[in-house]
T-cell receptor, first 112, second 115 residues
Framework: KQEVTQIPAALSVPEGENLVLNCSFT??????LQWFRQDPGKGLTSLLL?????REQTSGRLNASLDKSSGRSTLYIAASQPGDSATYLC???????????FGSGTRLSIRP | NAGVTQTPKFQVLKTGQSMTLQCAQD?????MYWYRQDPGMGLRLIYY???????DKGEVPNGYNVSRLNKREFSLRLESAAPSQTSVYFC??????????????FGSGTQLSVL
């Protein structure tokens, strides 16, 4: 069964720290992988999308990496701020015709 | 540019009542999706439409029907609401065919309670 796992479910760190969020997937033959941010009571916002052929994508203080051989993606957040507090979800598409499978998310809290 | 617009934002139904959730996107996307999000269960796909005129079941289609009215609009209908359908519902859309263009864009959600 194709699954996407995010551990830990929750993380609290002090402001200013660099941090890494993890996403694991069960099948290395992926099509693309997306990282999303969800604020309480809101919809999901796509942060970064990595194609199967890419190793990483960057947007501002965010960097997402992809290691298909180990079935892992990481989202690196540099110099964290209280405004980064949200739930971060990863989602994997295994082929062009397949459905997108979501992880259950990591709830991130940045302490001032 | 509104993106993905869902209505209503909140709804309370009694068991057995019916309702339709509306979704429209203005990004000229081919694919549209309906998800539900429940605590501890994550996001689960109810139905999707790969292109205008086609619809397919997702993981949890029972109790729901959909209509892809045109390229812009994709509605979700609950014919006879049940308490198990209490959830937050999200509509989403994306391009297809090129992996680097397939970002998912979400609406702001509909919080549905069935009493």
């Amino acid at each position: 069964k194709q699954e996407v796992t995010q551990i830990p479910a929750a993380l609290s760190v002090p402001e200013g720290e660099n941090l890494v969020l993890n996403c694991s997937f069960t099948d290395s033959a992926i099509y693309n992988l997306q990282w999303f941010r969800q604020d309480p009571g809101k919809g999901l916002t796509s942060l970064l999308l990595i194609q199967s052929s890419q190793r990483e994508q960057t947007s501002g203080r965010l960097n997402a990496s992809l290691d298909k051989s180990s079935g892992r993606s990481t989202l690196y957040i540099a110099a964290s701020q209280p405004g980064d507090s949200a739930t971060y979800l990863c989602a994997v598409k295994y082929s062009s015709a397949s459905k997108i499978i979501f992880g259950s998310g990591t709830r991130l809290s940045i302490r001032p | 540019n509104a993106g993905v617009t869902q209505t209503p934002k909140f709804q309370v139904l009694k068991t057995g009542q019916s309702m339709t959730l509306q979704c429209a996107q203005d990004m000229n996307h081919n694919s549209m999706y309906w998800y539900r999000q429940d605590p501890g269960m994550g996001l689960r796909l109810i139905y999707y439409s790969a292109s205008e005129g086609t619809t397919d079941k997702g993981e949890v289609p029972n109790g729901y029907n959909v209509s892809r009215l045109n390229k812009r609009e994709f509605s979700l209908r609950l014919e006879s609401a049940a308490p198990s359908q209490t959830s937050v519902y999200f509509c989403a859309s994306s391009e297809v065919g090129r992996p680097f263009r397939e970002k998912l864009f979400f609406g702001s959600g509909t919080q549905l309670s069935v009493l």
